[in-house]
């Protein structure tokens, strides 16, 4: 069993920067892959980003590329989203998620079965 609690997130302004945490609890946090997602208002959940369990592997959503960086910190237990130069389509709720097997990275929200609460980030113009 794995609890994720995201945070970091805000109000910035187009340009700006945030960096979202996401603190894991239990002890196969270092086994999974795990991903960020975000869900605007009237939108479905899409992909962000995508990471293994060790960090070397990683894979972005074509509209975050270039300006986003997930990472992971195994011995704190957690994951980070390092966002740049956001625009206000970045406007969104996000959320971490993590696989419960040892499966790879992954893009589908089908492949994970951890969520987090999700963190409001809104980019204003």
């Known amino acids: 069993q794995v609890q994720l609690v995201e945070s970091g997130g805000g109000l910035v302004q187009a340009g700006g920067s945030l960096r979202l945490s996401c603190a894991a609890s239990?002890?196969?946090?270092?086994?999974?892959?795990m991903g960020w997602f975000r869900q605007a208002p009237g939108k479905g959940r899409e992909f962000v980003a995508t990471?293994?369990?060790?960090?070397?592997?990683?894979s972005y959503a074509d509209s975050v590329k270039g300006r986003v960086t997930i990472s992971r910190d195994n011995a704190k237990n957690t994951l980070y989203l390092q966002m740049n130069s956001l625009k206000p389509e970045d406007t969104a709720v996000y959320y971490c998620?993590?696989?419960?097997?040892?499966?790879?990275?992954?893009?589908?929200?089908?492949?994970?079965?951890?969520w987090g609460q999700g963190t409001q980030v809104t980019v204003s113009s």
């Open positions: 998620a993590a696989r419960s097997s040892n499966g790879g990275i992954s893009y589908s929200l089908r492949s994970y079965d951890y």
């Open positions: 239990g002890s196969r946090f270092s086994s999974n892959a």
């Open positions: 990471i293994n369990w060790i960090g070397s592997i990683t």
